[in-house]
């Protein structure tokens, strides 16, 4: 690699990155736990066990970095790059791999920009482990072509640019996740429950036997229509779904919320629904617009 790497946050993600091969020597990192003495050591040894140079502070890590990754929690994904803006050397790419909304990206790059650095917002669709550098990565703003090319010459092997404004990347993985995260809290809901019912295997079965996989526009085309024919009568079932969960002593947390969202789509009168997806879609933006 021509040029240093600085990691800000090593964590998860900062140490799967930095251990891959001819990363060695290479990399300077900071990760906040250094300013602490009691986490100091540790972060320290995790420094050297990845084969990093360790820097005492932000400002230091910054110092003749061509690309920065920032690689910290949710929030602090803000205030660590409005912490970096004064350091930041002109021109420097400075890729937010962080998971947050499209707005607090945008809030993140009017600071990297107005010091004279070049925000990229950087979406990671997978997790880090096993795939580390092969992680698919959606790119987007002024300068997520640059930042493709340096991600590519740093060893990522899976990137893609998605557009030219900060926010595309990470609306992209944000309502993504809408699905995904949503599927994972419903599946705890239910196996739960089913536990606590004694009839798991019966459930599960069911699942299988129903369940027929097909391409996700014809399935949110299929759900919605649902929604809108039958979202009213699904929602009398939901609310006996809660309390059928509630005797069983699980909170119905994400079958209550699916309630609300069945009897709203149910209740715009919108039967027969229209065909395909993005028709479905306008005549329901349609009808709240002009409920409001």
């Known amino acids: 690699m021509a040029h240093t790497v600085t990691l800000i946050g090593f964590g998860e993600a900062g140490q799967a990155f930095a251990g891959a091969p001819g ?20 972060k320290e040894a995790d420094y050297r066990r990845a084969g990093v140079d360790g820097a005492a502070s932000l400002a230091e890590a910054m110092l003749g970095a061509a690309c920065v990754l920032s690689l910290v929690t949710a929030d602090q994904a803000l205030a660590v790059a409005r912490d970096a803006a004064p350091p930041i050397g002109p021109g420097t790419l400075f890729c937010d791999l962080n998971s947050v909304s499209p707005g607090t990206k945008r809030q993140a790059a009017a ?5 004279g650095g070049c925000y990229v917002d950087v979406a990671v669709m997978a997790p880090v482990h096993p795939a580390r550098l092969a992680v698919p990565l959606l790119l987007s703003g ?9 991600l590519a010459g740093l060893g990522f092997a899976n990137v893609r640019v998605v557009g030219t404004k900060v926010g595309e ?9 809408v699905i995904v ?11 739960l429950a089913a536990e606590a019912a004694g009839v798991t295997g019966e459930v599960l079965a069911s699942l299988d036997a129903s369940d027929k996989l097909r391409p996700w526009a ?22 006996e779904v809660v309390k059928t969960l509630a005797d069983l002593g699980v909170d119905p947390a994400m079958s209550r919320a699916t309630a609300v969202r069945q009897r709203a789509l ?9 065909a395909g997806l993005a028709a479905k879609i306008a005549t329901i933006t349609d009808r709240k617009a002009d409920a409001a």
Do not use: C, F, Q
């Open 111 to 115: 600071a990297i920009e107005a010091a």
């Open 218 to 239: 014809e399935r949110a085309d299929y759900n919605l229509d649902r929604m809108l024919v039958h979202g009213r009568r699904r929602a009398d079932e939901l609310e």
């Open 169 to 177: 990347a990470s609306s992209i993985k944000m309502i993504r996740s």
């Open 142 to 150: 002024r300068e997520a072509p640059a930042a493709a090319r340096a």
């Open 23 to 42: 990363w060695t020597g290479s990399v300077r990192a900071y990760d906040r736990l250094t300013d602490d003495p009691a986490t100091r050591a540790a």
């Open 181 to 191: 995260k949503g599927l994972e809290a419903l599946t705890a809901e239910a196996m």
């Open 266 to 274: 149910g209740s715009l009168g919108i039967a027969p629904a229209p």
